[in-house]
């Protein structure tokens, strides 16, 4: 229900920020605004698709861990896309996400979030151990034959 209401109330503030924008400063003004953000957007979207491929490509060669460069680079592409959507509140939020230190808290806090709603084990918990129970068949039971092409011990 929250986010139906966002998605709905979204557009409305968009409408009326630039409304009252161009109230202050103008039509034309408003308009090349507008449009220099969109041609941003696209220039940064361009740009960083270009820079996580070479990146992927580096990690790769290098076995470094490519999930903080895909991370900031996911993150560059959405600045880029809010870039693209006409509207204030969008361009605010795509030219703070270009901000290297901002981009980087709201990393960390979706990580904190992620991991947090995580299911699975709980808190200290391997998630590389699996329980159950085996029965050990190198070593047969008095009596009992061997499997075809195992060594007894």
Request: no cysteine; proline share 9%; hydrophobic share 55%.
């Amino acid at each position: 229900m929250r986010l139906f209401l966002l998605l709905l109330l979204f557009p409305i503030v968009e409408i009326a920020l630039l409304v009252e924008i161009g109230g202050w400063i103008g039509l034309w003004p408003v308009l090349a605004i507008v449009v220099g953000t969109g041609v941003l957007g696209a220039s940064v979207i361009r740009r960083q698709g270009l820079r996580t491929g070479a990146g992927l490509r580096a990690a790769a060669a290098g076995l470094h861990q490519p999930l903080a460069p895909v991370a900031h680079g996911a993150a560059i592409m959405l600045a880029g896309l809010l870039l693209l959507a006409p509207g204030v509140l969008t361009d605010t939020l795509g030219l703070l996400l270009l901000l290297p230190p901002v981009r980087a808290a709201m990393l960390r806090a979706l990580a904190r979030h992620l991991v947090a709603g995580r299911a699975g084990p709980g808190p200290g918990a391997r998630e590389d151990v699996i329980e159950g129970e085996f029965t050990d068949i190198t070593t047969p039971a008095p009596g009992r034959p061997t499997l075809p092409g195992r060594p007894r011990h």
